[in-house]
Structures are given as structure tokens and as C-alpha cells.
């Protein structure tokens, strides 16, 4: 598995000519390594001196931070499994009609999951994005830069997915599918970088 | 070493309550990552049929951006090995005069070892932007996302960076060097912004 790789290694294999790891399993990375932040920032809050007003808040917010960072983590692997998926439909015979058709019916299935896969990564990174806004406000303002990074890399994370869940879309037939999805797309886009903005003007003052 | 861990434990190390590795750490791994992706795009390209004209460029990109990978790899303990060198100074007797000079000089000394760590990191960043901008514009289109990728990894990588030497920067005495340090980081922060969206803009006409 991927996530169980060395960093050095997981690295190494993603700079490689294959095409998976790529920027999918990176954005679920990134996006792990936000919700770790976030994480941090309220493990170093709860149950401090002079933080006992916010330390039931913060404990909440470092366990729901962990299941992102849990399921982000998984996601590294689920992104480069599902562009596998792609890949083996790719393959598949296509000498008579009916192979043609099941060839076409599977590569439409895998290309579906493929972005399916990605969309759960932006919403889970999109969904770091208030907690790290709580923490910032709340938490021990010497992890502040922690917390900030964290914004950011959710940020990267969460529009580094749409793009894979975009160029996905690309190759799908089912128009309605596409249009939906591709709305949902174009919000979360929008939503993550006015997030972002007002997390950090709201920082800064 | 934590280059050497597992993503997994270094993700949970990360999330804990322990200061390091935090947002300096996650930084320099956004921009090896980067690196990784760019690396990438030009070894799916140069070899290939189609790409014969760009080969050559894509080999010596490829040879760059690794470079940037290792370095910015090995930074991800830099950064958190200079942290523990603050909070040793931190640590030092201060029960003498003479002691509290040592002291206060070895603060000094690890604050700004603890600046140039994030400083160098975001000039390699900021250095995989351009052989970013020309695997987009001229590698295998079928990687294109990953590139985009790289490019908002490789700028999320500079920012991090930059708030991690502005918040070492607040803590050291040497005004002339805090001016000069400062000012370059303003201009570094300025340019990613502006290198990321020409890169963006670029590619999408």
C-alpha cells in the first residue's frame, strides 16, 4: 500500500514514468497532512493552562480531525486504485460487438469511480477548512503557523482534487451525471477559495 | 529519521502534540511533492513518440526537479531539527550573567539556523515553478493535471515556508538582518502568487 510506504519511496515512485502515484494521490496527501495540522494545533490547546474554556471543543475537533486524516490517508491508495480500474477497462478486448460493449460499459464504470474517488477528497479537505478556522481562533497561538499551513494545504488539497475529478468527467457519457457533478465541482471551487480568503484576512486581525 | 517513516506514522507524529514535525515539515514534504509531479510529467514525456523535439529539455527538467525532490526531502527533518535547536537554547541555564549571554546567543543562533531552513525551502519551491510552467506548455497533455498539481503544491510549499521564517524572524535581534530577510520574503510571496496564476492562466488558453 501506498500510505504505508516511506516517504522517501512513496516520493520516488510518484516522480517515476508511471502515472499513478499522481496528482490525485498527492491531493488526498496534502490534504491528510492539513487534517494532521489542524490535529496538532488542537492536541497542543486541550487541557493547557489557560485554554480550560475551549479544551472540550478542542478535543472534539482533534478527533474529527484524525478521521479526515484517516480517511484522506486511505484515499491516497483509493485514488491511484481508481485510475488502475480505468487502465484495466482500457484494456479489455474489443473484437466483437458485444466486447466492444462491455469494454465501453466498464471504462465508463472505472471513469465514474475515478471521480467519485477525488470529489471525497475535496469534500473531506473542504470540510478541515472550519475546524482549522476554530483552531486558529482558539487554539494556542503558538502553533499559529501550524495552523495556517493547514489552511492552506486543505486549500491545495481540495482544488487539487476537482481538478482530477474534472479532467474525469471529461471522458463521461452520461450527460446529466456530468452536468450535476460538474456543478458541484464549480461551487466547491468558489467555496474553498472565499474560505480560504476569510480564514486568513480573519487571522491576521 | 522522519523522511525515512511510513506516511502513515508520519502523518500521526505530525498530528500529535509534539511541536515537530509541524507546519515547517509539511511544507518542505508540499514541495518535494511537487517536485515529484513535475519530475513526473517529464519522464512521461521525453522518450516518447510525438515528443521527439522536447526530449532533450524534458531529461534535463527531469534531472532538475529530482534534485529539488531529494533537497527539499531531506529539509522535512532540517526543518524539524532546527526547531530542537531552538527549544535546547531554550532549555540552557540562566542562573549567571555569563550563562544568560550563552543563552541568549544560542537563541539567537538557532532562531536564524530556524529562519534559512524555510528560506531555502521556499527557494527551491519557488525553483520548480518554471520547470513547472514548461512541462505544461510542452509534455504529454495527458498529464497535464498532475502538473497543475505540482504547480499549486509547489506554491502552497513557498507560502508555508514563508510564514515559518516570518514567525522565526519575530524572535531575532539583529535588526538589519530581520529588514533584509523581511524584504525578501515579501518579494518571494509577491512572485509565487503571480508565477501560479500566469502558469494557471497560461494553461488553460
Known amino acids: 500500500?501506498?500510505?504505508?510506504?516511506?516517504?522517501?519511496?512513496?516520493l520516488e515512485k510518484t516522480a517515476s514514468k508511471d502515472p499513478v502515484p499522481g496528482g490525485g494521490s498527492i491531493?488526498?496527501?496534502?490534504?491528510?497532512a492539513a487534517a494532521s495540522l489542524v490535529e496538532m494545533v488542537a492536541n497542543l490547546t486541550r487541557g493547557r493552562k489557560g485554554f480550560e474554556d475551549v479544551?472540550?471543543?478542542?478535543?472534539?475537533?482533534?478527533?474529527?480531525?484524525?478521521?479526515?486524516?484517516?480517511r484522506l490517508t486511505?484515499?491516497?491508495?483509493?485514488?491511484?486504485?481508481?485510475?488502475?480500474?480505468?487502465?484495466?477497462?482500457?484494456r479489455m478486448p474489443r473484437d466483437t460487438d458485444a466486447e466492444k460493449g462491455a469494454r465501453s460499459r466498464a471504462i465508463q464504470e472505472a471513469l465514474r469511480l475515478a471521480a467519485e474517488v477525488p470529489l471525497a477528497v475535496a469534500k473531506d479537505a473542504l470540510g478541515i477548512l472550519p475546524l482549522a478556522e476554530t483552531v486558529l481562533k482558539k487554539g494556542n497561538p503558538n502553533a499559529?503557523?501550524?495552523g495556517l499551513v493547514g489552511v492552506m494545504m486543505a486549500k491545495t488539497a481540495t482544488l487539487g482534487a476537482l481538478n482530477n475529478v474534472r479532467i474525469n468527467l471529461a471522458s463521461i457519457n452520461d450527460v446529466s451525471y456530468?452536468?450535476?457533478?460538474?456543478?458541484?465541482?464549480?461551487?466547491?471551487?468558489?467555496?474553498?477559495?472565499?474560505?480560504?480568503?476569510?480564514?486568513?484576512?480573519?487571522t491576521q486581525s
Open 1 to 10: 500500500m501506498l500510505k504505508e510506504m516511506r516517504i522517501t519511496e512513496f
Open 27 to 32: 491531493s488526498a496527501l496534502a490534504g491528510a
Open 55 to 70: 479544551s472540550e471543543e478542542m478535543e472534539s475537533i482533534s478527533r474529527k480531525a484524525a478521521r479526515y486524516r484517516e
Open 74 to 90: 486511505d484515499a491516497i491508495d483509493a485514488d491511484s486504485a481508481a485510475y488502475g480500474k480505468v487502465m484495466d477497462a482500457f
Open 144 to 146: 499559529l503557523t501550524d
Open 178 to 202: 456530468v452536468a450535476r457533478v460538474s456543478a458541484d465541482v464549480r461551487e466547491m471551487e468558489v467555496l474553498v477559495v472565499q474560505m480560504e480568503k476569510d480564514i486568513l484576512v480573519g
